[in-house]
T-cell receptor, first 113, second 113 residues
Framework: QKEVEQDPGPLSVPEGAIVSLNCTYS??????FMWYRQYSRKGPELLMY????GNKEDGRFTAQVDKSSKYISLFIRDSQPSDSATYLC?????????????FGKGTHLIIQP | ETGVTQSPTHLIKTRGQQVTLRCSSQ?????VSWYQQALGQGPQFIFQ???????GRGNFPPRFSGLQFPNYSSELNVNALELDDSALYLC????????????FGNGTRLTVT
């Protein structure tokens, strides 16, 4: 079993729909949770950064962390064609990041105009 | 604010050769991390440098080595290249300590033939 599981997709939804992306993990030491967006031929771009359990909202994006279930989610409201990209979840146990981030494989999202 | 820049953008090498990849940190960031991203996979942590010393390492062999310079720029060196080293190599910078997320460059695409 991999430390972080993420459905690679592709996930195809119509423009304007609410998108739900998620990851499960096995390491209970993880405390810091991130979502990155990666366009083709580009580096990952940080979208959301949360600590421990709870919700965080930023514009059209909402991140949820449920540490008891080892499950994290990213919701995208009013999805746009420009949201089409690969979404990577990432997590770490310590604050300084010296143990590195553990990433999921990424979910390829397609927003149909 | 200057983001993370990496050079070169693309590189083709032959098995057994050595390669050096370069990275300039985002302005004000003193910590550099390197990741390897194979096609269709999430990034994997190689190592992190802080104050010109390696302070964290993932599951990569010693032929992967690095340097960090006083201006916080960094190099990744890979010796005795293997076909499986073909990947996108990503550099990320951050602030050590504190709740500091990683900011990635657009990577160097390495092909080993």
């Amino acid at each position: 079993q991999k430390e972080v599981e993420q459905d690679p997709g592709p996930l195809s939804v119509p423009e304007g729909a609410i998108v739900s992306l998620n990851c499960t993990y096995s390491n209970s030491a993880f405390q810091y949770f991130m979502w990155y967006r990666q366009y083709s031929r580009k580096g990952p771009e940080l979208l959301m950064y949360t600590y421990s359990s709870g919700n965080k909202e930023d514009g059209r994006f909402t991140a949820q962390v449920d540490k008891s279930s080892k499950y994290i989610s990213l919701f995208i409201r009013d999805s746009q064609p420009s949201d089409s990209a690969t979404y990577l979840c990432a997590m770490s146990a310590n604050r300084g990041g010296a143990d590195g981030l553990t990433f999921g494989k990424g979910t390829h999202l397609i927003i149909q105009p | 604010e200057t983001g993370v820049t990496q050079s070169p953008t693309h590189l083709i090498k032959t098995r057994g050769q050595q390669v050096t990849l370069r990275c300039s940190s985002q302005s004000g960031h003193n910590t550099v991390s390197w990741y390897q991203q194979a096609l269709g996979q999430g990034p994997q942590f190689i190592f992190q440098y802080y104050r010109e010393e390696e302070n964290g390492r993932g599951n990569f062999p010693p032929r992967f080595s690095g340097l960090q310079f006083p201006n916080y720029s960094s190099e990744l060196n890979v010796n005795a290249l293997e076909l499986d080293d073909s990947a996108l190599y990503l550099c990320a910078s951050s602030l050590q300590g504190g709740l500091s997320p990683l900011h990635f460059g657009n990577g160097t695409r390495l092909t080993v033939t």
